[in-house]
């Protein structure tokens, strides 16, 4: 079974960046990989996707000219770079695995990991 672990979460004022990694192990497979996020009182939202060897990527409206996601195969790991950081991105962040293409829809996702928090506050 695929396993999948986020890092690189944490507290960091408006206009600051962080960067997310999402480490697989656990299966050597083609995975798409999404981010996901999920604030309190609010539904599970797509944020970014990108394809198995790293040519093809899709953002949500809200963080395209901000976020960039990348992935390094050979060290089995997807990133999330959130540039310009706002508020309203404060949610716990999610890293998701399937084997065909990017969806938005979480349910489509086959594993999940198990979430890091972002905190965007003065």
């Known amino acids: 079974q695929l396993q999948l672990v986020e890092s690189g979460g944490g507290l960091v004022q408006p206009g600051g960046s962080l960067r997310l990694s999402c480490a697989a192990s656990?299966?050597?497979?083609?995975?798409?990989i999404g981010w996901f996020r999920q604030a309190p009182g609010k539904g599970r939202e797509g944020v970014s996707c990108?394809?198995?060897?790293?040519?093809?990527?899709n953002y949500a409206d809200s963080v395209k000219g901000r976020f960039t996601i990348s992935r390094d195969n050979a060290k089995n790991t997807v990133y999330l770079q959130m540039n310009s950081l706002k508020p309203e991105d404060t949610a716990v962040y999610y890293c998701?695995?399937?084997?065909?293409?990017?969806?938005?829809?979480?349910?489509?996702?086959?594993?999940w990991g198990q979430g890091t928090q972002v905190t965007v506050s003065s």
């Open positions: 656990g299966v050597t497979l083609d995975y798409y």
């Open positions: 998701a695995a399937r084997r065909r293409y990017c969806s938005g829809y979480y349910p489509a996702y086959d594993y």
């Open positions: 990108i394809s198995s060897s790293g040519g093809s990527t």
